[in-house]
């Protein structure tokens, strides 16, 4: 089972996404898919650690649109 987590194309390039992913150490475990109106990205919840999972993905986000 996965939980979805919708990004903005018009905050985000697929290329930042990419590399957060990559800081957050999870290159090769999220996918991502195009949306109409940005990304739409999964989190593997076989664990039950997605919510945890997203939350660092978003704090990171967060991080880098301080640092713009």
Known sequence: ????????????DFHTLLKVSDICG?????GFHDTPNGYLISFPDGDGKADK???EYQSRLKDLESVR
């Open 1 to 12: 089972m996965n939980k979805t987590l919708s990004i903005s194309a018009m905050q985000y």
């Open 26 to 30: 999870l290159t090769g475990e999220i």
């Open 53 to 55: 999972r997203m939350a």
